[in-house]
Nanobody, 121 residues
Framework: QVKLVESGGGLVQAGGSLRLSCAASGSIGSIGSMGWYRQAPGEQRELVATRTSSGTTNYADSVKGRFTISRDNAKNTVYLEMNALKSEDTAVYYC???????????????WGQGTQVTVAS
């Protein structure tokens, strides 16, 4: 019932930048946290960055100083600005949003479809 649509992935040269976006829609009452995860071939899914409604952010050590997560609360959209990209950043990136549904306010935990980020070396 809460749908996430990701965009912004693609092919980029090492050292370049990409901006991912994830728009949530549906029966959203409130959003508690939004975040990005990634999974490289043959690897476990890992947390990239999260941001709570209070503004607290958390980044994986491997992306600190290079990636920035932000939210547009009015649009229920989360962004991931990725700079100084490395080949190690190549992965499928998944958006995650947690919150409460409208009405009866049941919790939800939704995932995007994934967007491929490929950094060419």
């Amino acid at each position: 019932q809460v749908k996430l649509v990701e965009s912004g992935g693609g092919l980029v040269q090492a050292g370049g930048s990409l901006r991912l976006s994830c728009a949530a829609s549906g029966s959203i009452g409130s959003i508690g946290s939004m975040g990005w995860y990634r999974q490289a071939p043959g690897e476990q899914r890992e947390l990239v960055a999260t941001r709570t409604s209070s503004g607290t952010t958390n980044y994986a050590d491997s992306v600190k100083g290079r990636f920035t997560i932000s939210r547009d609360n009015a649009k229920n959209t989360v962004y991931l600005e990725m700079n100084a990209l490395k080949s190690e950043d190549t992965a499928v990136y998944y958006c995650n949003v947690k919150g409460l549904r409208s009405g009866l306010a049941f919790p939800f935990d939704s995932w995007g479809q994934g967007t491929q980020v490929t950094v060419a070396s």
